[in-house]
């Protein structure tokens, strides 16, 4: 469309009004111009497919990605209104594509550090067919055109049951300006017809992304969709005066609706975060068991079977995550290597290649099995039925008839209790910590830690931002460094077993392990410097200071005593 010129929809609800909008049009056209169909009135149909990552990160961005097939098919990146372009060939836009298959070019640059290491994965598609008609004045002279564009989904045509609205553009023909606005204000005039954008949004992302508009809103809408659709974030539905175990449901169910959405990407091996994903929900689940599962009135056995059976499935998705994050990791390690070359590390790679997909089979087996569907089909139908009847009685007593211990039979009370508890174990065990402190007091450290920043994730609708924030802040900085710790100690065995398996099977050259011992010794030192960093990192989040923003945090809303200094 000409820059300047508005375009329209020939807006209703069904084709047949559509065709009588697009009739209305062409009749008022003709009032003031002579109107012809150029070349047959159609061309021939084009597809457009917008690809983005199953977690919308172009979208949460601001950017549209699109894919045109065709002799010369590329891919168009929208930002702010500036279009970057990329040739492919051999391209399957139905299928997923890594960022390898893009990082040559300049849409791969434009995004490489925005999607990996996740595919890029289509979302929506249309195919249009456009109309084009000639504008012609009393010289006969063409003075502007008509395009009608009718989109469809693929598979359907542009008078299927479900098409998509017809767009209606004005362009200029040059020197001819005033005549192509005279036809957009004849356009507007027409009942039935909508002034409507006509490309991606200009407006940058925002807490829950950008708007979208264009065909791109249109073709998500009719395939049923809508942008940042999945996200990974817990956004429980809840607030302060929800009943304790309606909460504890809702938080639940949400995890598992995050677990089963990553299934059939897991399987599929799209990417490797479908599997992290997966997995850190299936770790949040167990740590709300823990924190808040008495909370549900479950009899006590089956709360232990079911959290024996989420431990079980993390259990099962461990071997495969440990190998994904060596590979993920591989070229930079790499390149890290100061006495050996990166190439004295490929039988490494292949063997953890080789590792990879033995473990992935099992890993499918697991997700295949009766065990793990009817785990997935019993949790939802028990957590469901807890939800309904909690909702129905609104009442504060468990399933038991006990009153909740410490929660007072709401979602706030309950939040601040179970987070007290959660931020005194960490206190507590953080400051008994010495430099002399063997490491698994460190490792049981970052899972408590864990537990506290699940809670607080938990419950974040219910905390005041600026607050929750603050703490939520000090608590990543934390983790960041006792995940450093314990990650580099895990590596470092790893990989001497791994070492020790290549040399039982005579797979690994003499300068293969030189350069895994480099590599060893790379990981001690970061290690080290995890450790010499703790105290301080610990005393940001739990000194005093800290307490009191705790204290203040958890305080806030429910206006209990949640005094937490001098813990």
């Keep these: 469309m000409t820059p300047g010129l508005a375009g329209y929809i020939a807006g209703s609800n069904d084709s047949q009004t559509w065709d009588n909008t697009v009739s209305a049009v062409v009749e008022a056209l003709a009032a003031e111009f002579e109107v012809q169909p150029e070349h047959g009135a159609r061309r021939a149909v084009r597809r457009t497919i917008w690809l983005d990552t199953f977690d919308w990160r172009l979208y949460k961005a601001g950017l549209t990605l699109e894919y045109v097939p065709g002799r010369g098919s590329e891919l168009r990146l929208h930002d702010a209104g500036n279009v970057t372009t990329q040739l492919v060939t051999g391209w399957q836009a139905s299928r997923p594509h890594l960022l390898a298959a893009v990082a040559d070019g300049q849409v791969g640059a434009r995004i490489g550090g925005l999607v990996a290491p996740r595919a890029l994965l289509p979302v929506a598609a249309i195919s249009t067919a456009t109309e084009s008609y000639r504008l012609l004045n009393e010289d006969r002279k063409t003075v502007a055109r008509l395009l009608v564009e009718r989109s469809s989904l ?75 659709d999945y996200s990974n974030k817990v956004d429980a539905d809840i607030t302060a005066e929800t009943p304790a175990t309606a909460a504890a449901a809702t938080i639940l169910l949400r995890l598992l609706d995050t677990i089963e959405a990553n299934v059939d990407g897991t399987l599929r091996d799209i990417d490797t975060e479908f599997l992290h994903d997966l997995r850190v929900s299936v770790r949040r689940t167990r740590s709300a068991l823990k924190l808040f599962g008495d909370a549900l009135g479950l009899d006590p056995e089956r709360l232990a079977f079911f959290s024996a059976e989420f431990k079980w ?183 001497r077993t791994l070492a020790a398996a290549m040399l039982a099977a005579r797979e690994a050259p003499a300068v293969t392990l030189l350069a895994m011992g480099e590599v060893t010794a790379g990981l001690a030192a970061r290690q080290r410097a995890a450790r010499a960093d703790f105290e301080r990192r610990f005393a940001a989040f739990a000194d005093v200071a800290g307490q009191r923003r705790m204290s203040a945090l958890l305080r806030g809303r429910y206006r209990i005593n949640a005094d937490l200094c001098h813990i």
């Design 313 to 495: 499935v993390g259990d099962l998705t461990t071997p495969t995550r440990d190998l994904d994050v060596h590979l993920l990791g591989f070229e930079d390690t790499a390149r890290g290597l100061a006495a050996a070359k990166p190439d004295d590390l490929e039988p490494f790679r292949t063997y953890l290649e080789q590792r990879r997909r033995k473990e992935f089979r099992t890993l499918t087996r697991g997700l295949r099995s009766a065990r793990f569907t009817g785990l997935m089909s019993d949790w939802r139908e028990r957590l469901t039925s807890i939800l309904q009847d909690s909702t129905a009685s609104r009442g504060t007593r468990s399933r038991s008839g006990k009153f909740l211990k410490g929660a007072g039979g709401t979602a706030g009370l309950l939040a601040a209790e179970r987070t007290r508890v959660a931020f005194a174990k960490v206190a507590r065990r953080g400051a008994a910590i010495t430099p002399d402190t063997p490491a698994e007091a460190l490792h049981d450290l970052r899972k408590r830690s864990k537990e506290l920043r699940y809670a607080l994730e938990f419950f974040a609708p219910l905390h005041d931002p600026a607050g929750y924030a603050k703490v939520l802040g000090d608590l990543k900085r934390l983790q960041d460094c006792l995940g450093e710790f314990q990650d580099t100690e895990v590596q470092i065995g790893e990989i």
């Design 154 to 228: 693929p598979g359907q045509g542009p008078h299927s049951p479900l098409p998509l609205p017809p767009r209606l553009t004005v362009t200029e023909v040059r020197g001819y300006q005033g005549q192509a606005r005279r036809a957009e204000r004849l356009i507007a005039a027409v009942d039935g017809v909508t002034a409507a954008d006509t490309g991606p949004a200009d407006t940058g992302p925002a807490d829950t992304g950008p708007a979208t508009t264009g065909p791109f809103a249109d073709a998500l809408l009719a395939a049923g969709r809508r942008p940042g």
